[in-house]
């Protein structure tokens, strides 16, 4: 399971008017607190306020109402220990909604363990205002503890935290801090958010304590002079197989497609599919990302099984680059890498930045943005097809044949780039391919098909010295005979070049 990155400011407000109000102030990151509202005004405060985040590309955590929240399709919830008893924690899994849970003792963190939780949250650190807690305040050693205790899992503080406690409390250990009274009972709530954003951007990159590499082993330090960067991985797994498919079949007017595939593909690294025409790649693709559904079988993706209630989700967690690309004509190159990022509804800032971005990554001209697809080249194409997969920051990969239609030169430019991109962004990457050298390429591991089924998989080197069936030499001899009509040619051109 993936877990997430929390903005380091956790605002918690008690109604979709502040909401409103705060979101324009750069809020990322927000939780919705009601109490004692009749269910009609519950639903219709979560409703609002899933509508305010989406728009403002911020993340909405819904506190204590699990149901409303699944109902409204939200996708994150806060429980306390109470709520606990009665959540219904496979049914929110299934959903693909993510839960935060409440920890004030050891008791309470062990039990909220259990459930697996996608962030903790401890508190309160210091004295709370608003609500008379059982619990004496924890104090920013705590919190040290509890994240050598957690480990990767997010750790988010509450609790009497103030602008000025803020970036002690971040310093000890938290990864996010929750802010509620120093908000909301300021003179100037706006003003004081936008200073809570002003002294926190940043600093899930860039901590302060010079011992973190003790709390958290998996990150880097870096010295620059007075102040040490500790440069965290972009996302943490909890799990190594990201899409595990289990004894999946698909069948098309009686003809099988695939026949009874299990296999799984590690996070992070790249699987190459490769084999002949209709042997079944671009199927298992297109059951990955739930284009098709399976006739047997199941298929998980980062242990969420991939279902009807839950293919929309997990759809957002990937991005897809079919054949030649599959661009709308009628959309210019920024329309076509735009379009899922105007579905969920991102402001314009967000949109011109990631697109920034995205042009660097890919080295895509940016004056060349405005053009439509016909006015660009083969590789320019692909590369907004590439920039499209990744505008959403996805973490899973899908490309069918990305290559197949390029010339030889742009092709080989392109895969200098793409490994380069893959070795960047630590995507996990599929990549269907008919070229057993461009496999071997890109892939961590290969996976040979044949007929539906998969014939042998492993790393290239298995497929030559240890071929699992005599189809695997036939397939690897066969592209060999290929390579060896160059093979002398090449060595005398590049002598000559010496």
Same mark, same amino acid.
Not at 37 to 64: F, H, M, W
Not at 371 to 399: F, H, N, V
């Given at each position: ?349 967000? &949109?011109?930045?990631? @697109?920034?971005?995205?042009?660097? *990554?890919?080295?895509? #001209?940016?004056? $060349? %943005? =405005? ?16 920039? &499209?997969?990744?505008? @959403?920051?996805?973490?899973?990969? *899908?490309?069918?044949? #990305?290559?197949? $239609? %390029? =010339? ?35 892939? =961590? ?54």
């Amino acid at each position: 399971m993936i877990l997430p990155v929390l903005d380091p400011f956790y605002l918690i407000v008690d109604s979709a008017a502040w909401i409103a109000r705060l979101l324009p102030c750069g809020v990322k990151l927000v939780q919705l607190r009601i109490k004692d509202k009749p269910r009609q005004t519950i639903q219709a405060e979560i409703e609002e306020s899933k509508a305010l985040c989406r728009s403002y590309g911020a993340q909405l955590v819904i506190n204590d109402y699990w149901r409303e929240a699944m109902e409204a399709g939200c996708d994150f919830v806060h429980l306390g220990q109470g709520d606990l008893e009665t959540a219904d924690l496979g049914a929110l899994r299934k959903a693909v909604i993510r839960v935060g849970i409440s920890t004030h003792s050891d008791k309470e963190l062990s039990r909220a363990l259990e459930a697996k939780p996608d962030y903790l949250a401890l508190g309160p650190i210091y004295r709370t205002i608003l609500k008379a807690m059982p619990f004496e305040p924890q104090g920013l050693a705590r919190i040290g503890e509890w994240k050598r205790k957690i480990g990767a899992i997010p750790l988010v503080a509450i609790g009497g935290i103030t602008l000025e406690r803020i970036k002690g409390v971040l310093a000890a250990g938290a990864d996010s801090a929750a802010v509620v009274t120093d908000v909301i009972m300021n003179a100037d709530p706006e003003q004081r958010v936008r200073d809570f954003v002003a002294a926190t951007r940043g600093a899930t990159a860039s901590l302060f304590s010079p011992s973190l590499t003790q709390r958290l082993p998996n990150c880097q330090l870096i010295d620059q002079g007075r102040d040490t960067i500790a440069v965290l991985p972009a996302r943490v797994y909890r799990d190594a197989d990201m899409i595990r498919l289990e004894n999946v079949t698909k069948t098309y007017n009686g003809s099988l497609a695939v026949d009874d595939v299990s296999l799984t593909i590690d996070q992070g690294k790249t699987t190459s599919l490769i084999g002949p025409s209709g042997s079944g790649k671009s199927t298992l693709l297109s059951l990955m990302i739930g284009l098709e559904r399976p006739d047997q079988g199941q298929i998980t993706i980062d242990s969420q099984p991939l279902l009807q209630s839950s293919v929309l989700n997990l759809r957002r967690r990937m991005g897809y680059v079919i054949q030649d690309g599959g661009l709308f004509p009628h959309l210019t190159a920024r329309e076509n890498v735009c379009l899922m990022a105007n579905e969920a509804r991102w402001p314009p800032q967000q &949109r011109t930045q990631r @697109l920034s971005e995205l042009c660097t *990554l890919t080295r895509f #001209p940016s004056d $060349a %943005l =405005d053009r439509y697809p016909a006015e660009l080249s083969g590789g320019q194409r692909q590369r907004i097809s590439l920039m &499209r997969a990744l505008m @959403l920051d996805p973490d899973i990969i *899908l490309m069918d044949e #990305p290559l197949g $239609a %390029l =010339d030889p030169i742009i092709k080989a430019d392109l895969q200098d780039d793409l490994k380069s991109i893959f070795t960047q962004l630590g995507k996990t990457v599929v990549l269907v391919t008919h070229d057993l050298g461009e496999a071997a390429f890109f892939g =961590d591991t290969i996976i040979l098909l044949r007929k539906g089924r998969i014939v042998q998989q492993g790393k290239f080197r298995d497929l030559v010295d240890r071929p699992a069936e005599p189809f695997t030499t036939r397939f690897v001899e066969a592209h060999f005979r290929r390579g060896a009509i160059f093979g002398n040619c090449a060595v005398n051109f590049t002598a000559r070049r010496m």
